[in-house]
């Protein structure tokens, strides 16, 4: 069964510190995705990627890093964690037949 | 890239009846057009999609409509339920990088 685990589901950070979300998923899809989402409000693509080795800026890349070190695993990497970053991660994956990205369960990030 | 743009951004609805919600596209080459639900503390969830081979799709109490000429795209919940209230998020994508362009979401609120 398709799927996208994410890890972890919920992170306390403290500012300054350095955090790393994970992303795993079994699907054999091409393209991986990270996406935050502030309550009440829609989906903001952070970085996304179109396979192993690739990492391209979506819309608010700022503050953020990502690495995708094989098909199965994209992270997203905070080196240096601010409040203004609380948020719920999404990662989602797909392929190029246009099929709708899987999302993953979530991590909900607060940085205090 | 791509706007998506998506209407109205809160809809309540009685019971029974039915819901809309309007999106708009700025690509011509925009050929893949899915529609996510969210409930309330979950990951979004794909519930219907339409490519742009097709100008109607229903499933399930749902109907999506694609009018490429004026690059708009709708759903339509028949029947309303409470338990259709949550988020719903349209997209627009296209087969030459699969980057998928998501709209600000609408919450879909039916009273009992």
């Known amino acids: 069964e398709a799927a996208v685990t994410q890890s972890p589901r919920n992170k306390v950070a403290v500012t300054g510190g350095k955090v790393t979300l994970s992303c795993n998923q079994t699907?054999?899809?091409?393209?991986m995705y990270w996406y935050r989402q502030d309550t009440g409000h829609g989906l903001r693509l952070i970085h996304y990627?179109?396979?192993?080795?690739?990492?391209e800026k979506g819309d608010i890349p700022d503050g953020y890093k990502a690495s995708r070190p094989s098909q199965e695993n994209f992270s997203l990497i905070l080196e240096l964690a601010t409040p203004s970053q609380t948020s719920v991660y999404f990662c989602?994956?797909?392929?190029?037949?246009?099929?709708?990205?899987?999302f993953g369960e979530g991590t909900r990030l607060s940085v205090l | 890239g791509e706007q998506v743009e998506q209407l109205p951004s809160i809809l309540r609805v009685q019971e029974g009846s039915s819901a809309s919600i309007n999106c708009t596209y700025e690509?011509?080459?925009?050929?893949?057009f899915p529609w996510y639900k969210q409930e309330p503390g979950e990951n979004p969830k794909l519930i219907i999609d339409?490519?742009?081979?097709?100008e109607r799709k229903q499933t399930q109490g749902l109907i999506v409509l694609l009018d490429k000429k004026a690059k708009r795209f709708s759903l339509h919940i028949t029947d309303t339920q409470p338990g259709d209230s949550a988020m719903y998020f349209c997209?627009?994508?296209?087969?030459?990088?699969?980057?998928?362009?998501f709209g600000d979401g609408t919450q879909l609120v039916v009273k009992p």
């Open positions: 989602a994956s797909g392929d190029y037949n246009n099929q709708a990205p899987l």
């Open positions: 997209a627009a994508s296209r087969n030459s990088n699969n980057r998928i362009f």
């Open positions: 699907n054999n899809h091409n393209n």
């Open positions: 690509n011509s080459a925009s050929n893949y």
């Open positions: 339409i490519r742009s081979n097709m």
């Open positions: 990627s179109y396979g192993a080795g690739s990492t």
